[in-house]
T-cell receptor, first 113, second 114 residues
Framework: EADIYQTPRYLVIGTGKKITLECSQT?????MYWYQQDPGMELHLIHY???????EKGDLSSESTVSRIRTEHFPLTLESARPSHTSQYLC????????????FGPGTRLTVT | KNQVEQSPQSLIILEGKNCTLQ??????????LRWYKQDTGRGPVSLTI?????NTKSNGRYTATLDADTKQSSLHITASQLSDSASYIC?????????????FGRGTQLTVWP
């Protein structure tokens, strides 16, 4: 079982609200990732980080932002939620180098009404 | 364009039966191929990782094969159990970037009936 945690697991929120999805890992991994997944569809990378103070945008354009102040913590923030943001958000982490294993958190199911 | 295609999209089998899931990819340059199991409402969990030189790898009742020449992989599940009901995702990594980008298939939704 991977030591990577996400909170909340489920969130229903109204349009225009600011939200932060939490992700933390206790494995000391340098790399962390945020993916977005709609039902029956593939995962899309929206943000990643090589380490502290490093953040990059992924393949899928997203209005969310991330920060990496501590190695173990990689929160994702939406300043103004919209119904189009309704999706499952998965956080993952990995070591650097080699054929690395990505460990996924349980996900946050976000619904914006 | 780097892509990962999986078939079938969904599959229903009876408990105790075997099944095989397929994955075709166009990712280049190829680094490794992974199979993940994703239970409903959960994050994916790795089953196997295979590099270019590996043809087959097993993890309990799961056996993955890789043909890097034809860019095809399969995941064979033996003596299925109810707990095998999940989405099985094929993921291919490239070695053309520092990140080692992962390309995800849409998954095969497997349902095992008693």
């Amino acid at each position: 079982e991977a030591d990577i945690y996400q909170t909340p697991r489920y969130l229903v929120i109204g349009t225009g609200k600011k939200i932060t999805l939490e992700c933390s890992q206790t494995m000391g991994h340098d790399k962390m990732y945020w993916y977005q997944q709609d039902p029956g569809m593939e995962l899309h990378l929206i943000h990643y980080s090589y380490g502290v103070n490093s953040t990059e945008k992924g393949d899928l354009s997203s209005e969310s932002t991330v920060s990496r102040i501590r190695t173990e913590h990689f929160p994702l923030t939406l300043e103004s939620a919209r119904p189009s943001h309704t999706s499952q958000y998965l956080c993952a982490s990995s070591v650097t180098g080699g054929v690395y294993e990505q460990y996924f958190g349980p996900g946050t199911r976000l619904t914006v009404t | 364009k780097n892509q990962v295609e999986q078939s079938p999209q969904s599959l229903i089998i009876l408990e105790g039966k075997n099944c095989t899931l397929q994955c075709n990819y166009t990712v280049s340059p190829f680094s490794n191929l992974r199979w993940y199991k994703q239970d409903t409402g959960r994050g994916p969990v790795s089953l196997t990782i295979m590099t270019f030189s590996e043809n087959t790898k097993s993890n309990g009742r799961y056996t993955a094969t890789l043909d890097a020449d034809t860019k095809q992989s399969s995941l064979h599940i033996t003596a299925s159990q109810l707990s095998d009901s999940a989405s099985y995702i094929c993921v291919v990594s490239d070695r053309g970037s520092t990140l080692g980008r992962l390309y995800f298939g849409r998954g095969t939704q497997l349902t095992v009936w008693p």
